[in-house]
């Protein structure tokens, strides 16, 4: 019985470290962090006009800030162009519920991040 128990122990010692290691690997690679994202461009703020009508300078200004105040919290500033456009909404609603963030602050600051996507 005791052999048998060791052997259990032997497996979940590994599973464990097998979970910790790809955890590790993968942990390291994503998200990629890079320097505070620029102030938005005119080129960006007419594409987000067109994308998302109602957009402008200040509302995109506005949900800079909130990216700026918010997602350096817990990790660095993720690097804006390693994520698909399709990818972003997903995100940033997971990421603003973290940030207890509500649903407009939530909205700005995904405009902005794919405004910025978009110079």
């Not at 390291?28 to 007419?46: D, E, F, L, Q």
């Not at 997971?94 to 600051?109: P, V, Y």
Request: charged share 20%; proline share 6%.
């Amino acid at each position: 019985m005791a052999n048998f128990e060791q052997q259990q122990g032997l497996a979940r010692s590994r599973t464990v470290f097998g979970a910790a290691l790809v955890a590790m690997i993968f942990g390291g690679c994503y998200p990629k962090t890079a320097a505070a994202p620029a102030a938005i461009s005119p080129g960006s703020v007419t594409w987000a006009a067109e994308k998302f009508p109602g957009s402008t300078e200040a509302s995109l200004a506005a949900g800079r800030e909130t990216f700026l105040a918010k997602c350096n919290g817990c990790h660095g500033y993720p690097d804006l162009m390693a994520t698909s456009d399709e990818e972003w909404p997903a995100i940033m609603e997971r990421m603003g519920g973290k940030s207890d963030l509500d649903a407009e602050k939530t909205k700005g600051a995904l405009q902005y991040v794919l405004a910025a996507r978009h110079p």
